[in-house]
Every structure is written in C-alpha cells, then in structure tokens.
C-alpha cells in the first residue's frame, strides 16, 4: 500500500453526498469567521489610520528649560519629531513647543514612555486613542479586552467548524471498518491506515476553508460598504482560520485514527466497531421511571457509548452557550438602552452654545458645528422635527446674596452641589462671581412654551416683561460612593435625580446682569423640570417665552444659540451615530468645541455591532444544526441491524420510534443544561468586562433560553423522525446489515 491520496479520494468519492455537504458546511464556517475576522480588523485599521490623520503624532513632549532634548530625540526607538502647539487638558493650557514625535515601533509605546520619564525626567503624553489601536496606553487595556473577545468567538466558530469534519470522518471511518480491516490484513499498518484518514479529513478541510475565503471576502466586503467600513485583503485573519481550523483538525484526526487502531484486524473484518465488551447490569433510571421502558432503554443505549453522547451533548451546548453569551449581550444593551432613553428628554440629540455678555453672538456660534453638517443632521429620515435652540447665560449681579440660595441638601448630597461649594470656599472665587454665579435663560416660542403647562407647579406661564418662570429642579447626581466593580450605566442614570437646588419660591426676586445693565426679575412660575433637559452652564435655569428672551439679551430670532433634534426612535442607526460621533470628535480634535453641548442615545453603535454578530451565531446554530442532523441520520442508518431485531421480537414501528426519540430528548435536555451553565460561565468575566468598556450590567435572556431550547428540541427531534420515517420495513435485509 503506497497511494494514501488516491485511496482517500476513492473514499470521498464514494460518500460524494456527505463529502460535498462536509464542504459546504466547512466553508460556511471558515466563511463566516473570515467575514468576522476581516471586518474586525479592517474597522480596527481604518479607525487607527483615521486617528493619525488626524493627529499624527504617538508621543508629546512637554520640556522645561534645561532639559536635554536633543539626547532624547537621538534614541534609537525614535522614528520622527516635530515642534508644534499642544493643549494640555490637564493644565488648561497650551504649550508652545511641545515636541511631537513617532516612534519604530509603536507596539512599545509604555516601554518608550517610561525611558522617556525615567532616563531623562522630560514630562510626556501618550496620544491615548491612537496608543489603544496599538494596545498601549491607559485605554489599550480596553481594545485588548474586545481584540480577545473576538478571537474567543472566532475560536468557537472554528471549533464548531472542525466538528463537522470529525463526523463525518467518523461515520466513514464506521463504514468502511471492514476495508481497513481487510487492509490490515493484507499487511497495511496502523499508521498507514492513520495516513488515509488524515489525509481525507486535510482534504475537506483545505477545500472547505478556500471555499470559505473566497465567498467570504465579497461577503465582507459587501457588508463593509453598509457599514462604512474600507474593507481590504488582510493576512491576518486568513492566517488566524488556517491555524484555528488546521490545529483542531490535528486533534479530530488522531481520535478518529485511534479508532481505527483499537480494533483488531478480525473484528474490523466483521464489522464491529467497539470490539467486545462486557454487558454491564443498569438499574432503572429517572427516565425508565418517567418514560416507562422506551425511556429506560433510550437512556441505557446513550450510556452504552457514552463517549459519543458526550460528543453529542458538548456540539450541542457549545452552540446553545455561544447564542446564550451573545444573547445575554444583545439583551443587556436593548434593556439599558430603554432605562436609559427617557433621560435624554424629548429632544434626544441637541448642539447647542450659550450667549453671554462677554462675546459677540458670531463667537457663540463659532464653536457650533457648520451649517453644512447641522442641515445634513437635520434632513436625516430618522430625525422627525428640529428646532432652534435660544440660551443665555445672565450673572447674578449680587452674587453672595445669589449663593445663599443654594440649599444645604443640595450641597451636600449631590456631586454638582458639592462643585458649588468648592468654588465658593476656594481662594479663586472666595471674594468674586464663580462660573456657577449665574442664570441660564432658555427661550421658547408660543406653542413649544405652551407645552410646560403639565409642568407646572405654582403660579402662572403667563408672566409679563418682569417676569420669568423658574426651573425647581436640575438633573443631579447624587454622591452615593461609586463602586467602580460594580457601577454600571443604569445606575449612573438611577442616581441621577430631579433635585431642587435652590429655595427660591414664587414671588422671590433676582437682580440679573447683562453687560453693564441690571435688572430684577420676579419668579412668576415655578415648573417642575426643563422638558428637554438640556445642560446648561448654570445650576440655576428659567424659561420665558421668546419676546422676553429677546428683551433680557437684546437679541434677535437670527441669533439662535444651537439646535435640538427629535429622533423617531431612540434606538439610533449605526449610520446616524457615526456622523454624530464624527461632528464630536473632529470638533473637539480642534479644541474649538469646548463649550457647546452634545447628547444623544450612543449605545446603538454597539447594539447593531451586536445585531451583526447574533446572526452570525445564528448561522453557526444552524451549521452545528445541519451537523447534528448529519450525525444523527447516519447513526440511525448504521444501527438498522438493532431496529430490524427489535422489531422482530415485537416492538412496533410506533414504539420503535417513541424509543429513539426519546434518545433525542435526553439528549437535549442534557445539552441544554450544560450550554446554560457553560453561557453562565462565560459571562461571568464577561459580565465584568462589559462593566469596564460599556457600564453595561448583563441581564440573563430568559426568552432566548426557552426559544433556544425549544428549537433544539425541534431540531433534535426532527433529525431523528425523518430518517426513521424513511427508513425500509423490510426486517430481513435490515437483519443482515452489519454498518456497510
């Protein structure tokens, strides 16, 4: 025996079915994890390039004088350097020649950093976002954690994948027991015969992963245009499917070579496949006692081979905690993002600056993104109504007699309270105005005015020129001691609170200032909150209709101060997020968007990121699915023989059937068990995890565990009922089957 390949080809051939179908689910698999993979690292590369265009630097220095410089810059790990003007966030202030600089190797950021410090004392910066896409920095951490995640699943998949391949080459194996054993026979060894199974199992293997490669970068491809991800060949993902999918294919291969090797030649030749063994006695079990005797032997026959039981249940629960885990997810994100929608107000995503006395209207707008970007905002079919936004900020023209207003509770019991009191104990603003010495003003026009009548606590919204309509309560945060393990976003919003921050009460007075101008206002009304929640520069706010407004600033309905939009639903495309974050980030990368407001129902960025990756467990499901349903059909059509002689000591076709059935529901009654303590247990760590990048708290799925577990049943069920409902009522032949 010298040709392995052409006798593998010959078996493959002969099972041309199974052999095609083992290929296309492989395929699928490798496909799927090829199409993961590459959007993974594409939006991960496109996001690292975006972030040096935009800021080419990985290191800043920051020198004082007498600091030797030049030294530093001849190390050999540095790339490039250049002086330029940096804004140091933690000074409030910019440095004049801050040196920017590259280095070799960025992989070696924190290593670079802390020769820097160490050796020649210069004070330095990590650029932090693009430090991450190295897995470096104080954030890298983060992008370490989700790089791991990702390969996890990927990891699953592949595994999944492999397990197609190790049952069918199993159920060959099986098959043709007696050609091994006449090869055997006539002088083939142990590893020759290994040799053919390996090589079969290579085969489908390397067919099925290019398959899956080369449908899956036009897949991935597709799916990045709807994404707006730049998706391009990359190695490392085909890299990362040949070794996952080639390194399980060496186990599968020598356990399926082992059976080959524990059977002797002669049994080989009669066709056993488990050799002799002895008959062990079984006391009735929980299901014999439920089920009767067709319970009791199901059970017995799925203890008979326990191992492939065990294979059984460990295919099936995998899949069941990998659709659980990424349930778990889904669902954790749609729930917060429900507790946390009503908190953004009706006017969920607003930009908006303050006027003030200090700066011309034109210099309020300059930070505000461009009319350009608003009315591309603003036209989006998500977005159902828009509006201007008018606000001021007035001073408090006696502002000690203004702070006393400020409740004690208030003070002391929430975080912004406690700014408040920091401020006005500090030696800065001791014996001056604090930025919290003031009043924000929102104006509104007559039917959106109109609409704070069910807000209303006291008095009147119909107030004249002196009058104006006080806020009673300001979202705060209260100080409750934040538990940083165990702190998650619903909680943030929980202990965020409508709290009354001062004791003005209807009838009080307060002398505002603009420009050089004082004037007292009297509190007319009182409602009970800001209905678009905006966040203001002052603690304090009052609302007007839109003539006052303009009578207390001396501006125009030209001069609006931003604008406020309302979304049709709070759950927000991907594509809507992205321009929003996009308008964020390249405004604040300027720092010239210091001081306008942005807000708006971000986490569906992630929940659509996990939308895409719950189909793909779907698809996996199904795989695994289509696997099971392969092994159990051909498992039925090798123990015909057992069925032929049941029947004939007088089981019936119905009871016959009852029997394996139940074997199915054993089975996934079992898998299920152990792929919810498996889900269980892989979100334990995932549950800390999401805590950490999203302040997200897991929440079990408890609907897709029971639809989980009712199509398993199905799917169990069904693999079993359609074979035995086709297969031959002819005892005879069936009697003198031996697993050919």
Known sequence: MENYTKLSIKYLKFQKKRTILTILGVALASGILFVILTLYFSNFINTRDALRKQADYEIVLLPEQNQDVPALLKQDFVKTAYRGKYYDYYSNSYIENAIYIN??????LDANMETIEQTYGVKAQLNQQLASYYLQGDTGNDTYIILLMFLLLSFVIAVIGVGIIRTTIQLNTMEQIKDYGILRCIGATQGQL???????????????????????????YLVGLSMNIKVLPHVLPFLYVLIVFIGDLFFVMDENGKLVKKISPIEAVRGQTSGTRKVKARKQSIFGKIFGVQGDYAYKNLMSNKRRFLKTIATFALSIAAFITIATIFTS??????????????????FFNEANDEETIDAVKSVLPNEETLTDIAQNKEVKDVKAVYAATMKAADFEEFRTHFTEDFRQETLEGQIVERLETGEKYKDSASPVDRVSVIGYGEDEYQEYASYLVEGTLDVDENGIVLVQNVEATLDEGMDDESYDAIDLIASTVEYPATDYKLGDTIELKWGNEK???????????????????????????????????????????GVKCKLRSDNISASLTSKLVNVLDNSMGDYSYPDAIYSGALFSTSISAIKYILAFVIVILCVSSLNIINTTASNLYLRRQEFAQLRAIGVSVRELRKMVMLEGVISVICANIVGDVLGFAVMMPLAKAALVLFMVKLTFPIIGAVIGFVLSVLVMCGSIYIPMKRMSNRIADDLNATGD
């Open 333 to 350: 994100f749609v729930q917060m993002q429900k507790q946390i929608a009503p908190s953004y107000g009706e006017y969920q995503v607003y």
């Open 194 to 220: 290994k040799s053919v199974i390996f090589r079969m199992g290579c085969m489908q293997e390397l067919l099925g992963i290019l398959g899956g490669i080369v449908i899956g970068f036009p897949i991935a």
């Open 519 to 561: 004037k007292t206002y009297e509190i007319q009304g009182i409602v009970r909150i800001d209905k678009d929640k905006l966040q203001t520069k002052g603690f304090v706010k009052c609302i007007v209709p839109l003539a006052n407004y303009f009578r207390m600033t001396g501006l125009e309905k030209s001069d609006s101060t």
């Open 103 to 108: 280095v070799k190797n960025p992989y070696r």
